[in-house]
């Protein structure tokens, strides 16, 4: 069965740097848009970050510049390396498989069929 499993979430000072990690299992990695999400406290969970089956990437506004969303088809990986962190980023951060084979277009929650348990990030200011 699909399997996706987030590590790397740790407490961080602000302007400090992170890299997520997600190991997907169960099914052909490479076929699929991957995407990175959080959840802050008392916040609806928003799309951070996405990449599509060859590797065009999109971000959201907030983290456009500082983050940068990639994969190892070899390693069934997708990372999220973040820098330049600040508080506003601290959230429980998942990674998500779309339903669809091949592009990620929409990256509304309802389109994800797989998530993993989250990893969570804190920044101090």
């Known amino acids: 069965q699909v399997q996706l499993v987030e590590s790397g979430g740790d407490s961080v000072q602000a302007g400090g740097s992170l890299r997520l990690s997600c190991v997907a299992s169960?099914?052909?990695?490479?076929?699929?848009?991957m995407a990175w999400f959080r959840q802050a406290p008392g916040k609806e969970r928003e799309a951070v970050a996405s990449?599509?089956?060859?590797?065009?990437?999109s971000y959201a506004d907030s983290v456009k510049g500082r983050f940068t969303v990639s994969k190892d088809n070899t390693k069934n990986t997708l990372y999220l390396q973040m820098n330049s962190l600040k508080p506003e980023d601290t959230a429980m951060y998942y990674c998500?498989?779309?339903?669809?084979?091949?592009?990620?277009?929409?990256?509304?929650?309802?389109?994800?069929?797989?998530w993993g348990q989250g990893t969570q990030v804190t920044v101090s200011s």
């Open positions: 998500a498989r779309k339903s669809s084979l091949g592009y990620c277009n929409s990256l509304a929650e309802s389109d994800f069929s797989y």
């Open positions: 169960g099914y052909t990695f490479s076929n699929y848009c």
């Open positions: 990449i599509n089956w060859f590797g065009g990437t």
